[in-house]
């Protein structure tokens, strides 16, 4: 490093920092209603995009499952297929 830079750090260094301003004042009732809104907003999209998801492709398993077991046979995904 050159030595003008070590110079301005060590400068840098020993200016006083002033303190941070008090935080604003945030009305509690606000931040209830706003919890809560966000609390069901997540427990909604939960149920009916998580689980759906998840049933899905639970059930996919599950026919798979079945048809292995009528069938005997593994029936795998062709090309361009997701898996």
């Known amino acids: 490093m050159p030595v003008d830079l070590l110079e ?3 400068k840098l260094a020993e200016i006083p920092i002033p303190p ?11 931040h209830q209603r706003i919890n809560s809104r966000l609390l069901v907003g997540q427990i909604l999209e939960f149920m009916f995009r998580g689980c759906g998801f998840a049933m899905v492709h639970f059930a996919k398993a599950m026919i798979g499952a079945a048809r292995f077991t009528i069938t005997g046979k593994l029936e795998t995904p062709k090309d361009g297929q997701n898996r």
Do not use: T
């Not at 941070?20 to 606000?30: E, G, I, L, T, Y």
């Open 20 to 30: 941070a301003p008090p935080p604003k004042v945030f009305d509690r009732a606000v």
């Open 8 to 10: 301005k750090l060590e």
